[in-house]
């Protein structure tokens, strides 16, 4: 396996994993209509991506996911890079912060040729939650809304 193909195949399964982290993290929350918390996740993405200077794709169409008395939207941009992984992952840390993010990052070290993988979860009582996995090759970076009003069946496709 080639290190790039490693490289995919770790930030591929490292996002699934900040999926599941994500989508069941709790919380005390008022409940919102699906429009507002579609709105504001995305404006969070977007502001997240502000940080972290490279060239982001459209905003991701939302995946809807069931929680307590609700629905939640799921927003992923993924992104190459060749940026310094650390930097930005520190930058987004320090940004999700002074948004009143409580964070939680970890570092993976993949052996003897440098390659490091750097992931966090940022949880709070409400609004916009957000998750990133960060390499030397590429950005994930994950918002999900806050619980709102609707059902999931209103969102299948």
């Not at 709790?26 to 060239?55: C, P, W, Y």
Request: hydrophobic content about 35%.
């Amino acid at each position: 396996m080639s290190r790039q193909q490693r490289n995919v195949l770790v930030v591929t399964t490292a996002s699934l994993i900040i999926v599941g982290l994500t989508a069941c993290a709790g919380g005390t929350q008022s409940m919102q209509t699906a429009k507002d918390a579609q709105n504001h996740a995305v404006q969070f993405l977007r502001e997240s991506e502000q940080i972290v200077d490279v060239q982001w794709p459209e905003t991701p169409d939302p995946v809807a996911e069931r929680c307590d008395g609700g629905v939640r939207f799921q927003h992923t941009a993924i992104v190459k890079s060749d940026n310094d992984a650390k930097v930005n992952a520190r930058a987004l840390a320090s940004f999700w912060k002074s948004k009143g993010l409580s964070v939680s990052p970890s570092e993976t070290d993949f052996g003897s040729d440098g390659n490091r993988l750097y992931s966090a979860t940022a949880d709070r009582d409400s609004g916009p939650r957000a998750a990133y996995q960060i390499s030397a090759t590429s950005l994930v970076v994950q918002v999900t809304s806050a619980c709102a009003e609707g059902s999931l069946d209103d969102y299948d496709e």
